[in-house]
Protein backbone atom coordinates (compact mmCIF):
# COMPACT_ATOMS: atom_id res chain seq x y z
CA UNK A 1 0.00 0.00 0.00
CA UNK A 2 1.59 3.61 -0.72
CA UNK A 3 1.98 5.98 1.83
CA UNK A 4 -0.24 9.01 0.35
CA UNK A 5 2.20 11.69 1.51
CA UNK A 6 4.62 10.47 -0.90
CA UNK A 7 2.05 10.01 -3.76
CA UNK A 8 3.64 11.70 -6.92
CA UNK A 9 1.05 11.62 -9.09
CA UNK A 10 -0.93 14.78 -10.87
CA UNK A 11 -2.75 17.14 -8.05
CA UNK A 12 -6.55 17.98 -9.25
CA UNK A 13 -8.31 19.93 -7.99
CA UNK A 14 -11.82 18.98 -7.97
CA UNK A 15 -13.90 21.95 -7.67
CA UNK A 16 -12.21 23.51 -10.71
CA UNK A 17 -13.49 20.14 -13.21
CA UNK A 18 -15.69 21.29 -15.54
CA UNK A 19 -19.44 20.21 -15.49
CA UNK A 20 -20.16 16.77 -16.31
CA UNK A 21 -21.95 16.94 -20.32
CA UNK A 22 -25.28 15.94 -20.77
CA UNK A 23 -25.67 12.07 -21.73
CA UNK A 24 -25.89 12.09 -25.10
CA UNK A 25 -29.41 10.98 -26.69
CA UNK A 26 -29.91 7.92 -28.51
CA UNK A 27 -29.29 7.84 -31.95
CA UNK A 28 -33.14 8.03 -33.42
CA UNK A 29 -33.14 5.67 -36.23
CA UNK A 30 -33.58 6.55 -39.23
CA UNK A 31 -37.49 6.70 -39.99
CA UNK A 32 -39.52 5.29 -37.65
CA UNK A 33 -42.29 5.02 -40.42
CA UNK A 34 -41.49 3.84 -44.00
CA UNK A 35 -43.62 4.13 -47.00
CA UNK A 36 -42.63 2.17 -50.55
CA UNK A 37 -44.30 3.61 -52.71
CA UNK A 38 -44.90 2.32 -56.38
CA UNK A 39 -45.72 5.28 -59.19
CA UNK A 40 -47.88 3.98 -62.02
CA UNK A 41 -51.03 2.96 -61.32
CA UNK A 42 -50.85 4.62 -57.70
CA UNK A 43 -49.71 8.19 -57.88
CA UNK A 44 -51.74 8.26 -61.19
CA UNK A 45 -54.14 6.08 -63.38
CA UNK A 46 -52.19 3.66 -65.08
CA UNK A 47 -51.81 4.78 -68.96
CA UNK A 48 -49.55 4.26 -71.35
CA UNK A 49 -50.07 7.44 -74.17
CA UNK A 50 -47.91 7.84 -77.34
CA UNK A 51 -47.36 11.20 -78.11
CA UNK A 52 -44.87 12.42 -81.16
CA UNK A 53 -42.80 9.19 -80.65
CA UNK A 54 -42.72 9.02 -76.70
CA UNK A 55 -45.07 8.56 -74.10
CA UNK A 56 -47.10 11.15 -73.38
CA UNK A 57 -47.03 12.05 -69.28
CA UNK A 58 -49.30 14.91 -69.38
CA UNK A 59 -51.43 12.23 -67.03
CA UNK A 60 -48.94 11.70 -64.50
CA UNK A 61 -49.09 12.90 -60.99
CA UNK A 62 -53.13 13.30 -60.39
CA UNK A 63 -54.12 15.89 -58.29
CA UNK A 64 -56.22 13.90 -56.42
CA UNK A 65 -54.09 10.87 -55.83
CA UNK A 66 -51.16 13.56 -54.81
CA UNK A 67 -53.39 15.16 -52.30
CA UNK A 68 -54.25 11.23 -50.94
CA UNK A 69 -50.33 10.72 -50.81
CA UNK A 70 -49.85 14.03 -48.85
CA UNK A 71 -52.36 13.29 -46.53
CA UNK A 72 -51.49 9.94 -45.73
CA UNK A 73 -47.63 11.42 -45.20
CA UNK A 74 -48.71 14.73 -42.92
CA UNK A 75 -50.80 11.87 -40.69
CA UNK A 76 -48.13 9.40 -40.04
CA UNK A 77 -44.78 11.19 -40.97
CA UNK A 78 -43.98 8.11 -42.96
CA UNK A 79 -40.55 8.90 -45.15
CA UNK A 80 -41.31 7.84 -48.33
CA UNK A 81 -38.88 5.04 -50.31
CA UNK A 82 -39.41 4.64 -53.75
CA UNK A 83 -40.26 0.99 -54.63
CA UNK A 84 -41.25 1.89 -58.95
CA UNK A 85 -39.33 1.66 -62.02
CA UNK A 86 -39.19 5.02 -61.71
CA UNK A 87 -36.22 4.55 -59.74
CA UNK A 88 -33.93 2.95 -62.40
CA UNK A 89 -34.06 6.01 -64.95
CA UNK A 90 -32.20 9.64 -63.64
CA UNK A 91 -34.78 11.70 -65.46
CA UNK A 92 -37.21 9.66 -64.22
CA UNK A 93 -36.05 9.67 -60.42
CA UNK A 94 -35.59 14.03 -61.00
CA UNK A 95 -39.40 14.57 -61.94
CA UNK A 96 -40.28 12.59 -59.49
CA UNK A 97 -38.34 14.31 -56.79
CA UNK A 98 -39.92 17.45 -58.10
CA UNK A 99 -43.03 16.91 -58.29
CA UNK A 100 -42.78 15.43 -54.77
CA UNK A 101 -41.45 19.00 -53.62
CA UNK A 102 -44.80 20.46 -55.25
CA UNK A 103 -47.27 19.02 -52.83
CA UNK A 104 -44.05 19.61 -49.96
CA UNK A 105 -43.06 15.57 -50.01
CA UNK A 106 -39.34 14.26 -50.42
CA UNK A 107 -38.03 11.15 -51.13
CA UNK A 108 -36.12 9.33 -48.46
CA UNK A 109 -34.70 6.83 -50.14
CA UNK A 110 -34.80 4.65 -53.59
CA UNK A 111 -35.07 0.47 -52.84
CA UNK A 112 -31.96 -1.26 -54.88
CA UNK A 113 -32.84 -2.49 -58.05
CA UNK A 114 -30.39 -5.93 -57.70
CA UNK A 115 -32.98 -8.90 -58.25
CA UNK A 116 -34.53 -7.17 -61.01
CA UNK A 117 -38.61 -5.54 -61.66
CA UNK A 118 -40.63 -8.99 -60.98
CA UNK A 119 -43.04 -8.65 -57.99
CA UNK A 120 -41.10 -11.26 -56.25
CA UNK A 121 -37.97 -8.96 -56.92
CA UNK A 122 -39.62 -6.24 -55.82
CA UNK A 123 -41.14 -7.91 -52.59
CA UNK A 124 -37.15 -9.13 -51.48
CA UNK A 125 -35.84 -5.28 -52.66
CA UNK A 126 -38.91 -4.21 -49.85
CA UNK A 127 -38.36 -6.75 -47.16
CA UNK A 128 -34.66 -5.78 -47.61
CA UNK A 129 -34.79 -2.49 -46.64
CA UNK A 130 -37.16 -3.00 -43.71
CA UNK A 131 -34.60 -5.42 -41.98
CA UNK A 132 -31.96 -3.28 -42.72
CA UNK A 133 -33.54 -0.44 -41.80
CA UNK A 134 -34.52 0.62 -37.97
CA UNK A 135 -38.32 1.81 -38.93
CA UNK A 136 -40.74 1.07 -36.03
CA UNK A 137 -43.56 0.44 -38.97
CA UNK A 138 -44.01 0.46 -42.68
CA UNK A 139 -46.12 -0.29 -45.64
CA UNK A 140 -46.43 -0.63 -49.00
CA UNK A 141 -48.55 0.49 -51.71
CA UNK A 142 -48.38 -0.71 -55.63
CA UNK A 143 -51.14 -1.18 -57.89
CA UNK A 144 -49.52 -4.80 -58.86
CA UNK A 145 -50.67 -7.59 -56.87
CA UNK A 146 -47.57 -7.99 -54.79
CA UNK A 147 -48.94 -10.50 -52.12
CA UNK A 148 -50.92 -12.55 -54.08
CA UNK A 149 -52.77 -15.26 -51.96
CA UNK A 150 -51.10 -18.98 -51.66
CA UNK A 151 -52.44 -22.11 -50.74
CA UNK A 152 -53.07 -22.36 -47.07
CA UNK A 153 -49.43 -23.64 -45.60
CA UNK A 154 -47.93 -22.46 -48.37
CA UNK A 155 -46.82 -19.11 -47.64
CA UNK A 156 -43.95 -18.11 -46.31
CA UNK A 157 -43.39 -16.22 -42.77
CA UNK A 158 -41.66 -13.43 -45.07
CA UNK A 159 -44.75 -13.72 -47.54
CA UNK A 160 -47.11 -13.38 -44.70
CA UNK A 161 -45.28 -10.53 -43.24
CA UNK A 162 -45.21 -8.22 -45.99
CA UNK A 163 -49.26 -9.04 -46.65
CA UNK A 164 -49.60 -7.98 -43.52
CA UNK A 165 -47.79 -4.46 -44.60
CA UNK A 166 -49.32 -4.32 -48.34
CA UNK A 167 -52.06 -1.99 -49.86
CA UNK A 168 -52.56 -3.09 -53.37
CA UNK A 169 -54.24 0.17 -55.39
CA UNK A 170 -57.18 -0.30 -58.72
CA UNK A 171 -54.52 1.20 -61.03
CA UNK A 172 -57.61 2.80 -62.95
CA UNK A 173 -57.77 5.09 -60.09
CA UNK A 174 -54.44 5.23 -58.59
CA UNK A 175 -54.06 6.60 -54.58
CA UNK A 176 -57.75 6.94 -53.47
CA UNK A 177 -59.53 7.67 -50.00
CA UNK A 178 -59.78 4.53 -49.18
CA UNK A 179 -56.55 3.27 -49.83
CA UNK A 180 -54.79 6.39 -47.95
CA UNK A 181 -56.93 5.32 -45.03
CA UNK A 182 -55.81 1.80 -45.04
CA UNK A 183 -52.34 2.85 -45.19
CA UNK A 184 -52.33 5.24 -42.51
CA UNK A 185 -53.93 2.69 -40.18
CA UNK A 186 -50.76 0.09 -41.23
CA UNK A 187 -48.57 2.83 -40.52
CA UNK A 188 -49.78 3.87 -37.13
CA UNK A 189 -50.52 1.04 -35.45
CA UNK A 190 -46.58 0.83 -34.50
CA UNK A 191 -45.97 -3.01 -35.78
Known sequence: MTDMTTWRGPV???AAQPEPKEPKEPKEPKASRLLF??????????QVRMGEGKVDTSHCFA???MAQLRRVVAETQAELVISSSWRRFETAREVLAETLAQYGLAVSDWTTTAGG???NARVDQILAYVMASQACTWAAVDDEDLAPG?????E???QSLFRQHFVRTDSSRGLDAAAAE???ELLLSDS
Open 12 to 14: RDL
Open 37 to 46: LDVDGVLHPL
Open 63 to 65: APC
Open 117 to 119: ETN
Open 150 to 154: GAAGS
Open 156 to 158: SMM
Open 182 to 184: TLI
